[in-house]
């Protein structure tokens, strides 16, 4: 049983490129919720997608976007990139929409923007 | 909002003692989730322990175990025979009913030989 798979899991862009982020929920997983963690810092929530509808979202630009496939993998999108936008990208992965209590998480994305 | 603190950035333990990791969170809702999550140089987030609000008894998985005072909220985690494996950066995480999670910053534990 694959548990959640993120790609790639680094990646190096410029300042203004944008990037694409993906993620393979764990098998039976319905629901994903990316978050952004910084150097030394916790994870913070980015949005989550259920159906395929963003369902919730945190403080974050709208250069962020995401969708989510019917079955059931997600892409983050982050347009414009910033120097602060430098960070491990973390997908998590659950049931239910916003009922479920436990996540899964993958082990992220690292990106550097330069 | 919700807010979770971690008030120690960084702790040590001899193995085979024991730990204590500090966890405060603010909240104005009676029924959430707290859990600890266990983050390995692998970066993958681990559930380590997880306990209901409306459960007064304080959860245990194997080692792991929590003081859970709901009055104070107050969310501690208990390492009981600190293995080599357990170095890792462990986060305090809240999640009301419905809502994502909130991660505290973090503490960063290393075993002793």
Redesign the interface.
Known sequence: DAGVTQSPTHLIKTRGQQVTLRCSPKSGHDTV?W?QQAL??????IF?YYEEEER?R?NFPDRFSGHQFPNYSSELNVNALLLGDSA?Y?C?TGTGG??G????????T?LSVL | AQT?TQSQPEMSVQEAETVTLSCTYDTSESDY?LFW?KQPP??????VI?QEAYKQQNATENRFSVNFQKAAKSFSLKISDSQLGDAAMY?C?Y?G??????????TRLSVLP
Not at chain 2, 97 to 106: A, I, L, M
Request: aromatic fraction near 20%; proline fraction near 4%; hydrophobic fraction near 35%.
């Open positions: 919720s978050y030394g810092q916790g994870p913070q929530f989550q919730q945190g491990l973390l998590a916003l009922g209590e436990k996540l899964f998480f993958g082990s992220g690292q | 979770v989730y999550y692998s970066r993958q987030m681990i559930l997880r986060f995480a999640r009913y419905g809502q994502n999670f909130v991660f505290g910053p973090g």
